[in-house]
């Protein structure tokens, strides 16, 4: 999923949240403590971040299991 601008893509940060939970439910890992508006301030401001640290303009996030652990990646698209 790549965003540029989160705030004004909510079903792409919507799409991304709804692969993490079930990603997560998969994995059997507790999801209590995961809230739509603090994963949406999250991916904003990561993406903001990025935007500014690596001078792009998308970033790339996957939903990925590493070792049962289910991880958000965020990556730089040039």
């Known amino acids: ?32 403590k995961l ?10 401001k990561k993406t903001k971040d990025l935007q500014k640290q690596q001078n792009c303009h998308d970033v790339e996030y996957v939903v990925e299991t590493i070792d049962g652990q289910v991880k958000l990646k965020a990556l730089v698209k040039a």
Do not use: H, W
């Open 1 to 32: 999923m790549t965003c540029s601008q989160p705030e004004s893509e909510p079903d792409k940060v919507e799409q991304l949240y709804e692969a993490l939970v079930s990603a997560k439910q998969s994995a059997g890992e507790d999801i209590g």
């Open 35 to 44: 809230s739509r508006a603090s994963f949406n301030e999250f991916v904003r």
